[in-house]
Nanobody, 126 residues
Framework: QVQLVESGGGLVQAGGSLSLSCAAS????????MGWFRQAPGKEREFVGG????????RYTDSVKGRFTISRDNAKNTVYLQMNSLKLEDTGVYYC???????????????????WGQGTQVTVSS
C-alpha cells in the first residue's frame, strides 16, 4: 500500500506561481510512476503531467507545457509540481497518483494509477 498526501495548494493571482508537493509513504520507491491530475468544478478529472520512477521521463498535457514542471526526489519520497504563469483555467483540485507498473512514459489515464492522494485546492484569481 502507498499513501499519498498533497500539499501546497492555495489562492494565487493569474500569472503567479505555486508549487505542489506529494509525499508518499508505505511501500514506496523509485519504481513508482507518479502522475498529477486535476478536476475543475463541473468537469472531469484530467491528466496534468507525470514522471517515471527514475525521473528520466516526464509528460505533460498540452495546456500546461512550458508552464508546469514535475520533478521528484526519491530520497524524500516526494514529487513536486511547479506551476508558473498560472491561468484562471488552472483552477481545480489537484491530485497526485502513483502506480508501480513499469512504463515507458507516464500514463495519462486515471485508471492506470492504483494510488491516489486526497487532493489539494488550487484557485487562480483574476
Amino acid at each position: 500500500q502507498v499513501q499519498l498526501v498533497e500539499s501546497g495548494g492555495g489562492l494565487v493571482q493569474a500569472g503567479g506561481s505555486l508549487s505542489l508537493s506529494c509525499a508518499a509513504s508505505g511501500r514506496t520507491g523509485s519504481r513508482y510512476t507518479m502522475g498529477w491530475f486535476r478536476q475543475a468544478p463541473g468537469k472531469e478529472r484530467e491528466f496534468v503531467g507525470g514522471i517515471t520512477g527514475s525521473g528520466g521521463t516526464t509528460r505533460y498535457t498540452d495546456s500546461v507545457k512550458g508552464r508546469f514542471t514535475i520533478s521528484r526526489d526519491n530520497a524524500k519520497n516526494t514529487v513536486y509540481l511547479q506551476m508558473n504563469s498560472l491561468k484562471l483555467e488552472d483552477t481545480g483540485v489537484y491530485y497526485c497518483a502513483a502506480d508501480s507498473s513499469w512504463v515507458v512514459a507516464p500514463p495519462t489515464r486515471g485508471i492506470d494509477y492504483a494510488y491516489w492522494g486526497q487532493g489539494t485546492q488550487v484557485t487562480v484569481s483574476s
